[in-house]
């Protein structure tokens, strides 16, 4: 057979050589050592937690080397395309700062010297490769129709034995050249397929920097290179591209592990280099007592969106999705307390083999810590910004009052032991909402939350004598030792011990006289520091609430 004749039959338009993209791809110019690594989406969907996480790993082990993170997009499944996908792979790197050296920067312009960065601009480049290994012999057209390929499944499977094109059942690969001529004349549509040289009883060594060596059986079957409308298969883009983008690691969810030994015979075949390999463990989290996989239908915060809408820093899931990485994150935590979770050094091979367990508690708590940790001033910016999207009657009030709601969110921050109230933005409005008048207001002539125990009689008593003592420029020690001395005068006792030792003697204990004050400026019986919200309140808003007829 004249291969070369054959290669330009199939392929006739193409006249660059592989060699023409080795020359026009050189090797990167990076010092020892810096990796070189993608984040390659298809964009058929909108951005998922495992995606965010497989590109937050390549970006940092690549920068941490000082090596490049490019961004490429696989859109070869056109069938599968969805609109606006593209876009939002974008936003999303963005908004969790993932910053990428190359690659497309929107759906149709990119940066970088070893593009083009999207797959289906790539036609002529794997057509090149692939009109090569037609004149090596290596690869060959197959006129085999569905319905064809689903008759030998049958057969094989009644046969149990391997399914798929290989062996005797690859029908094609021996196909003579007055054949293929004979079929392609009668516009029969085909597939491009690698002849495989793999001998399933021959076992190949996959090394993986997760998984650490794991050997697979060689892979015996022609898989398919183009399809019929000639778009390569993910198998052959993959080789092509991760070889002239000079990958040097190949980081992508474990799903693709078992596909190994194929790549690894194509990367050979084509005369590449294989790039290191490192899987992640698919994400899961615990339903009950069993290990599952995060499922898009069942599990919100699969979605990236979810962590958007409901409010939470990015930089939280950020930090969680770093701290689900290596194992010792927690202690580098500790030991680095300022320090951007990014400058913590990631190490492929410390990661869990068993799977990342995903805990949406775990998330909550560092996303607390993290909140309490920012200045007031942030907490503002950040929860406007927030607003703004996604609650705009909020936004209103807080750019409206932004002073007042700087000083509430100052209440018990910027101290030792800051508060830990706020796990995400859409937790924020229940725990400030009374400080505004008009919400108050609402809320109060929809009915009070006095405490049940004490009369209504009570409750006036308590908030006259006290409006009387009150002085706004009081500190909190004595602010708290007027509290103490109107509860012990009204016969409330000062504390629990000495409540529980004669309970007859009292009505109550000082709490309840805090909390009569507490729901009097803000209908909750649960707020902040009482003294610091009176202070952040005002003088004049704090009478009026307090003198108000709550009848
Ligand atoms: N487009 C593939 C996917 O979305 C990328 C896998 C890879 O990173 O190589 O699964």
Same mark, same amino acid.
């Given at each position: 057979?004249?291969?070369?004749?054959?290669?330009?039959?199939?392929?006739?338009?193409?006249?660059?050589?592989?060699?023409?993209?080795?020359?026009?791809?050189?090797?990167?110019?990076?010092?020892?050592?810096?990796?070189?690594?993608?984040?390659?989406?298809?964009?058929?969907?909108?951005?998922?937690?495992?995606?965010?996480?497989?590109?937050?790993?390549?970006?940092?082990?690549?920068?941490?080397?000082?090596? &490049?993170?490019?961004?490429?997009?696989?859109?070869?499944?056109?069938?599968?395309?969805?609109?606006?996908?593209?876009?939002?792979?974008?936003?999303?790197?963005?908004?969790?700062?993932?910053?990428?050296?190359?690659?497309?920067?929107?759906?149709?312009?990119?940066?970088?010297?070893?593009?083009?960065?999207?797959?289906?601009? %790539?036609?002529?480049?794997?057509?090149?490769?692939?009109?090569?290994?037609?004149? +090596?012999?290596?690869?060959?057209?197959? #006129?085999?129709?569905?319905?064809?390929?689903?008759?030998?499944?049958?057969?094989?499977?009644?046969?149990?034995?391997? /399914?798929?094109?290989?062996?005797?059942? *690859?029908?094609?690969?021996?196909?003579? #050249?007055?054949?293929?001529?004979?079929?392609?004349?009668?516009?029969?549509?085909?597939? &491009? %397929?690698?002849?495989?040289?793999?001998?399933?009883?021959?076992?190949?060594?996959?090394?993986?920097?997760?998984?650490?060596?794991?050997?697979?059986?060689?892979?015996?079957?022609?898989?398919?290179?183009?399809? /019929?409308?000639?778009?390569?298969?993910?198998?052959?883009?993959?080789?092509?591209?991760?070889?002239?983008?000079?990958?040097?690691?190949?980081? !992508?969810?474990?799903?693709?592990?078992?596909?190994?030994?194929?790549?690894?015979?194509?990367?050979?075949?084509?005369?590449? /280099?294989?790039? @290191?390999?490192?899987?992640?463990?698919?994400?899961?989290?615990?339903?009950?007592?069993? @290990?599952?996989?995060?499922?898009?239908?069942?599990?919100?915060?699969?979605?990236?969106?979810?962590?958007?809408?409901?409010?939470?820093?990015?930089?939280?899931?950020?930090?969680?999705?770093?701290?689900?990485?290596?194992?010792?994150?927690? =202690?580098? %935590?500790?030991?680095?307390?300022?320090?951007?979770?990014?400058?913590?050094? &990631?190490?492929?091979?410390?990661?869990?083999?068993?799977?990342?367990?995903?805990?949406?508690?775990? $998330?909550?708590?560092?996303?607390?810590?993290?909140?309490? *940790?920012?200045?007031?001033?942030?907490?503002?910016?950040?929860?406007?910004?927030?607003?703004?999207?996604?609650?705009?009657?909020?936004?209103?009030?807080?750019?409206?009052?932004?002073?007042?709601?700087?000083?509430?969110?100052?209440?018990?921050?910027?101290? =030792?032991?800051?508060?830990?109230? #706020?796990?995400?933005? $859409?937790?924020?409005?229940?725990?400030?909402?009374?400080?505004?008048?008009?919400?108050?207001?609402?809320?109060?002539?929809?009915?009070?939350?006095?405490?049940?125990?004490?009369?209504?009689?009570?409750?006036?008593?308590?908030?006259?004598?006290?409006?009387? &003592?009150?002085?706004?420029?009081?500190?909190?020690?004595?602010?708290?030792? !007027?509290?103490?001395?109107?509860?012990?005068?009204?016969?409330?006792? +000062?504390?629990?011990?000495?409540?529980?030792?004669?309970?007859?003697?009292?009505?109550?204990?000082?709490?309840?006289?805090?909390?009569?004050?507490?729901? *009097?400026?803000?209908? %909750?019986?649960?707020?902040?520091?009482?003294?610091?919200?009176?202070?952040?309140?005002?003088?004049? !808003?704090?009478? =009026?609430?307090?003198?108000?007829?709550?009848?």
């Amino acid at each position: 057979m004249d291969y070369t004749k054959l290669a330009d039959l199939l392929l006739p338009s193409i006249d660059k050589t592989p060699e023409y993209y080795s020359n026009l791809y050189p090797e990167r110019n990076l010092k020892q050592g810096a990796m070189v690594t993608r984040y390659a989406p298809s964009p058929t969907g909108f951005q998922h937690l495992g995606g965010v996480f497989a590109a937050l790993i390549s970006e940092r082990v690549a920068h941490q080397s000082e090596g &490049i993170f490019y961004f490429r997009v696989e859109d070869t499944d056109k069938k599968r395309e969805v609109v606006g996908a593209i876009e939002d792979s974008i936003t999303t790197l963005r908004d969790f700062g993932i910053f990428f050296d190359e690659g497309m920067v929107d759906s149709n312009s990119e940066k970088g010297a070893y593009g083009p960065y999207k797959q289906s601009d %790539r036609m002529e480049i794997y057509h090149a490769f692939v009109k090569d290994l037609i004149k +090596k012999g290596l690869a060959y057209p197959c #006129f085999c129709t569905e319905e064809e390929l689903n008759a030998t499944r049958e057969i094989q499977q009644e046969q149990k034995i391997n /399914t798929g094109y290989h062996g005797k059942w *690859a029908i094609h690969r021996n196909a003579t #050249f007055d054949e293929i001529t004979d079929n392609l004349a009668k516009g029969k549509p085909f597939v &491009i %397929r690698l002849k495989s040289p793999g001998d399933p009883n021959k076992r190949v060594i996959c090394n993986d920097l997760i998984k650490g060596d794991i050997s697979m059986p060689e892979n015996d079957q022609d898989i398919v290179l183009l399809k /019929t409308n000639g778009l390569p298969t993910y198998h052959l883009a993959h080789a092509v591209d991760d070889h002239l983008m000079r990958t040097t690691h190949v980081i !992508r969810g474990e799903e693709w592990f078992s596909s190994l030994p194929i790549h690894l015979q194509l990367f050979e075949m084509l005369g590449f /280099t294989a790039p @290191k390999y490192a899987h992640i463990p698919t994400i899961m989290k615990m339903d009950g007592t069993s @290990k599952r996989k995060l499922s898009k239908r069942k599990d919100p915060e699969i979605r990236v969106d979810y962590y958007k809408t409901e409010g939470y820093p990015l930089i939280s899931v950020t930090e969680y999705l770093v701290n689900l990485v290596n194992s010792n994150f927690q =202690e580098w %935590r500790s030991a680095n307390v300022d320090e951007p979770c990014t400058n913590f050094n &990631i190490i492929l091979e410390n990661m869990s083999k068993s799977g990342a367990l995903f805990d949406i508690l775990k $998330l909550n708590d560092m996303s607390k810590d993290i909140i309490a *940790a920012m200045s007031a001033g942030t907490v503002y910016d950040l929860y406007l910004a927030w607003a703004k999207e996604n609650d705009t009657a909020t936004s209103d009030i807080l750019t409206k009052h932004e002073d007042y709601a700087k000083q509430i969110f100052n209440i018990e921050r910027e101290n =030792e032991k800051p508060r830990k109230d #706020f796990v995400k933005w $859409l937790d924020v409005k229940e725990h400030i909402e009374y400080f505004f008048d008009d919400f108050y207001k609402n809320s109060i002539s929809a009915g009070t939350n006095f405490p049940e125990q004490i009369t209504m009689e009570d409750v006036k008593i308590i908030l006259r004598d006290y409006i009387a &003592i009150y002085n706004h420029c009081d500190d909190a020690d004595t602010w708290f030792s !007027r509290v103490k001395e109107l509860s012990e005068k009204l016969g409330y006792a +000062k504390n629990g011990r000495v409540y529980k030792k004669n309970p007859e003697l009292y009505k109550g204990l000082i709490s309840d006289v805090a909390t009569v004050i507490r729901v *009097a400026l803000t209908n %909750r019986t649960q707020t902040q520091d009482l003294y610091e919200v009176m202070q952040v309140m005002g003088e004049k !808003r704090v009478i =009026e609430r307090l003198s108000q007829d709550f009848l």
